[in-house]
């Protein structure tokens, strides 16, 4: 007898949080769960499995995990053996293991399901992570980037705000010239000498990838003030991401064809100074690409992903 799915769960795995949408047939949402990150490359397998369900459990509370389609969508999902290694662990876990039929995807290709259905379609994601997914319509698929913060990650809120600290650091020493960032992140972290900034980096916790991206609001801060630094490090930022648009569109062979671009990942809100310059930087390789915002969450496609299976 074929399995008939009575609920749909989309899961969102990225480095700095983890959503769970639970909907039923009809796309309709029930519940909502969210725990801290699940990137295993910023996490490890253990600490982002123990988020991934703390989520799920959340948004499944008081239902029969057997009648359950679900679509895991989780950032550093790159390689067939890191999709090899989820399965295992979710098939091992005595909770998780209840879903039927689980399905695991990197999560660019629920991201680029919250913006289109397009077929000649790209998502690039820009939060804490970076990464670029597409497809055309031969069916052809393409990637480039988020292969994790050692690898790639250019252009990332990770890499933001790295180069922001470095740059501080810089000016600090007399390496580099003065920026309004060095200011701006003592006051918000009540710093006073590069001592300090030391131990606030490398105090009883190294900082993780998603405290070195959360910088990116001092940079941003700095740009609109008018700190040559801060905007050559958001523009530098534009490029990468844009070099990882013009790789997969060439891959794809639509570079000069029309095609769907979204833009998913919280540093695309910082608009003026970065989105803009982004989608100028696009434009100049792909005059007739079109840039799409999210319709809904990527959680909320991951559910919609788990329903299309059907």
Not at 22 to 44: A, M, R, V
Not at 207 to 234: C, F, H, N, P, Y
Request: net charge neutral; with cysteine.
């Amino acid at each position: 007898m074929a399995f008939t799915p009575g609920f749909y769960l989309g899961v969102d795995g990225g480095a700095s949080k983890t959503s769970a949408v639970l909907t039923d047939k009809n796309g309709e949402e029930i519940s909502e769960g969210f725990s801290e990150g699940s990137n295993f490359e910023s996490s490890g397998f253990n600490k982002s499995l123990v988020n991934l369900k703390e989520a799920v459990q959340e948004a499944t509370k008081d239902s029969d995990l057997a009648k359950i389609k679900s679509c895991f969508a989780l950032a550093g999902v790159n390689i067939e053996a890191n999709k090899k290694d989820w399965e295992k662990l979710i098939q091992k876990d005595p909770f998780l293991s209840q879903l039927a039929k689980p399905k695991i995807v990197n999560d660019t290709k629920a991201a680029l399901r919250s913006a289109t259905e397009d077929k000649n379609a790209i998502v690039v994601i820009c939060g804490t992570g970076s990464n670029c997914w597409g497809h055309n319509r031969e069916g052809k698929e393409a990637s480039s980037g988020g292969l994790g913060h050692i690898l790639s990650d250019e252009g990332s809120g990770y890499s933001i705000g790295l180069a922001a600290l470095h740059a501080i650091t810089k000016a600090l020493d007399g390496r580099g010239g003065k920026t309004v960032m060095t200011s701006l992140l003592f006051d918000k972290y009540g710093l006073k000498s590069k001592d300090d900034l030391v131990s606030l980096v490398y105090g009883k916790n190294n900082w993780t990838k998603k405290e070195v991206a959360q910088v990116v609001e001092t940079v941003k801060s700095a740009a609109e003030k008018g700190d040559r630094t801060a905007g050559e490090i958001l523009e530098d930022s534009a490029g990468e991401l844009a070099l990882m648009v013009k790789t997969v569109s060439q891959k794809l062979e639509i570079r000069d064809k029309k095609y769907l671009l979204a833009m998913s990942g919280s540093v695309f809100k910082i608009k003026k100074l970065f989105a803009d310059k982004f989608a100028r930087k696009v434009r100049q390789f792909s005059p007739l690409a079109e840039f799409e915002n999210p319709k809904m969450s990527t959680a909320e496609a991951a559910a919609i992903l788990a329903r299309e299976e059907f």
